[in-house]
């Protein structure tokens, strides 16, 4: 089997007296979608907002291309990149598309911004997305559709060379139509070469695009499975607790 | 990018928009980029980006002009050129306020001992030049840095310890009313004998510099302008038309001639000549540029109105949340600190009571002119076209011999109005960041 990306071991943490991640593994491969299922609380968005830098773990390791790396600022992670496509999408409604996508590593020329160069990466890396549904680049996205704001997202994860692009329930708020769409959007980032991590409720979804499965229950990984070698039934039994796979836990 | 892009074939030809001179961009292009089309065009898509309730200061201007209007029929004296200048000076005072404020009311916050802030600090350069005999350059450095430090402070207590602004602000808005008085000594008041420090608000620039300024802000308009099309011709983006470029300047040439020849005038009552643009006009001018151009332009600006706009996406995307909130408060009590300057040239003395009614006022200029008391919505500009307003009202009223208490009523029912409207605007629109 390949290398991974990157690779999660003995990721523990708390909030207080609850603990949420209790010694969590995980890796994700170049190229490949890493589906992360899980029940609502099972701490899926926990252990992605430590990858991102947001809120950082109280204790495990975390090596990228093989080395151990720290990940105590949203910077840090950028700059390995790895970027976070989160739930509640967290983008700037008084902003337009552009301002949100390059928010946090503007172009500058003489200490100010070159709006055209940036306005131009933009449709360029909405257009490599075949996004159509887009007017101008230059709209406030407060006027934006939710699965308009979903590409966005998207777009902005994917603008500057990423090598992980995490999605946190990208299509929970989607129609069929736009769901579609986004799956097509993640399953072309990984024939880029992206190792994708998929974060889904939705086993029709995670089907669809996923080449691994993880299950996370209760804040312990409980299976790692690949997509083509099992079924339905059985991540659903691993994600209501109800079947326990050999040598999956540490 | 690494990303390839897909060759795409339109099956469907979108509308053959117009756009002659958006030949730079694929014809196929789909995503536009609000850049395209004729004057015409730019005019729809700005009268539906009202309709959306994206108004910035139009509700402002619209208010300045029938307040002009209603007054120059009710007084004979409010359209003079003595008046027009008067009415610049008592406004300095209240814009430079309101701009300071912009700065932490794009964040959604409140500095409420703004007034307080600039009223301390004068009363500290005032008697340390009075009474302790410091040469007044340096009791004035001193005075900016106790406005540096109450911003620090403020921030301190806001963004690092997490009490909300309002809270902190209240507290040294009693806080600095003691300390001006023990400052100054219950019942003193110092005359400001300063000349250079009077000058600013009763002294006015030679005819020939006032047009010379007016060349110098459309040269560095134009200047702008065109620099900004280069960068997007190399780019290979699409530009608006040329023709709004000509617009804007002729609208800054025709306005801003308009005013300097009004103020060119002889304005003086009998003996002697009083003409020429006040001095504090070109300084509120610059405060403003330098301003707007670091709000629009440079990063820390951006990061204002993303984090007032949604405070946790910024801090995601690696966003220093905490030191922007935190500098916030530095540039608006900084900023104060030139509004109380503004203040006592005009008054020509303090007293303990110095700031404490203004900061309001402030608040409510920023509000009128369309800045968002939300956060992550509003300009400079805008707040200082809202001083105007105020300003306005103030001076009308005044000339019509109408007790105080009408003013006040006025002002506030104009606050409500303009406060209503920043509601409705908030429900319909998210923002109006954009310049045009
Ligand atoms: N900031 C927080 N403070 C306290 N508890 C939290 C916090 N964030 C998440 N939790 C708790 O951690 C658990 C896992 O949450 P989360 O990671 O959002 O789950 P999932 O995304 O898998 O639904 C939940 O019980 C949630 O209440
Ligand atoms: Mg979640």
């Not at chain 1, 995670?206 to 991540?235: K, N, W």
């Amino acid at each position: 089997m390949d290398v991974p990306l990157i690779e999660l071991s003995g990721v523990v943490k708390s909030f207080g007296p609850v603990s949420v991640l209790k010694g969590v593994e995980l890796k994700a491969f170049p190229g490949k979608v890493t589906a992360l299922v899980g029940d609502n609380g099972a701490g899926k968005s926990t252990l992605i907002k430590g990858l991102a830098g947001v809120q950082p773990y109280d204790g495990g390791e975390v090596r990228f291309d093989g080395a151990p790396v720290s990940l105590h600022h949203p910077r840090d992670a950028s700059r390995l990149g790895i970027e976070v496509v989160y739930q509640d999408l967290a983008l700037c409604d008084n902003l337009d598309i552009v301002q949100n996508m390059f928010l946090g590593r503007e172009e500058t020329e003489f200490g100010t911004f070159d709006e055209g160069l940036m306005e131009k990466e933009a449709s360029d890396t909405l257009r490599s997305l075949s996004v159509r549904t887009v007017k101008s680049v230059r709209q406030k996205v407060s006027s934006l559709s939710g699965g308009q704001r979903q590409t966005v997202a998207i777009a902005r994860a994917v603008l500057k060379k990423a090598r992980l692009v995490i999605l946190d329930e990208p299509t929970a708020a989607l129609g069929v139509a736009q769901t579609e769409q986004v799956l097509n959007l993640v399953r072309r980032l990984a024939d880029q070469g992206v190792a994708v991590i998929l974060i889904s409720h939705n086993l029709a979804d995670v089907f669809e695009v996923a080449d691994h499965i993880d299950v996370l229950y209760l804040g312990q990984m409980v299976a790692h499975l690949d997509a083509d070698q099992t079924s339905r039934d059985d991540v659903v039994g691993y994600i209501t607790g109800t079947k326990v796979q050999q040598g999956a836990s540490a | 990018m690494s990303t390839p892009r897909t060759p795409q074939t339109p099956q469907a030809p979108q509308t053959t928009g117009p756009a002659p001179d958006t030949s730079v961009n694929d014809v196929n292009d789909l995503i536009g980029s609000g850049q395209e089309g004729s004057v015409a065009d730019q005019a729809r898509a700005y009268l539906q980006r009202i309709q959306h309730g994206d108004m910035g200061a139009l509700p402002a201007v619209a208010g300045l002009v029938v307040l002009t209007i209603l007054f120059s029929f009710l007084s004979p004296f409010f359209l003079t050129e003595r008046n027009f200048a008067n009415l610049l000076t008592q406004a300095a005072t209240l814009v430079m306020l309101g701009m300071a404020l912009v700065f932490v009311l794009l964040l959604g916050e409140i500095d409420l001992s703004a007034g307080v802030t600039s009223g301390m600090t004068m009363a500290l350069f005032i008697v340390l030049v009075n009474v302790h005999a410091i040469a007044w350059p340096i009791a004035l450095a001193i005075a900016f840095a106790a406005g540096i430090l109450t911003g620090t402070l403020i921030g301190f207590f806001v963004a690092r310890v997490g009490i909300p602004s309002f809270v902190v602000t209240l507290g040294l808005f009693l806080g600095y009313q003691g300390l001006t008085l023990m400052i100054i000594g219950s019942g003193g008041l110092y005359r400001v004998q300063i000349p250079e420090i009077r000058d600013i608000q009763n002294s006015n620039m030679p005819v020939w510099a006032g047009w010379v300024m007016l060349a110098i802000i459309i040269a560095i308009s134009a200047g702008i302008s065109f620099w900004d099309r280069a960068r997007r011709t190399r780019a290979g983006v699409p530009n608006r038309t040329i023709a709004l470029v000509w617009i804007k300047l002729g609208v800054i040439a025709v306005i801003g001639g308009a005013a300097i020849a009004v103020l060119s005038r002889n304005r003086g009552q009998s003996v002697g000549v009083v003409e020429g643009v006040p001095i504090v006009v070109p300084i509120v001018l610059v405060i403003l540029w330098i301003g707007t151009f670091v709000l629009d332009r440079t990063r820390f600006g951006r990061y204002l109105y993303a984090i007032g706009g949604n405070a946790e996406a910024a801090r995601r995307s690696g966003v220093k949340v905490m030191a922007i909130r935190w500098s916030a408060f530095i540039v608006c009590s900084t900023l104060a600190v030139v509004s109380g300057l503004f203040s006592i040239s005009k008054v020509g003395s303090i007293d303990a009571a110095a700031g404490r009614e203004i900061v309001l006022s402030g608040v409510a200029a920023a509000v009128v002119g369309g800045v968002s008391l939300f956060g992550g919505r509003g300009r400079l500009m805008h707040a200082a076209i809202g001083a105007l307003v105020i300003a306005v009202i103030t001076n009308g009223l005044g000339l019509l011999n109408l007790p105080a208490g009408v003013n006040l009523m006025v002002t506030g029912g104009v606050l409500i109005l303009a406060a209503t409207v920043d509601a409705i605007s908030r429900v319909r629109a998210g923002g109006s960041l954009m310049r045009t």
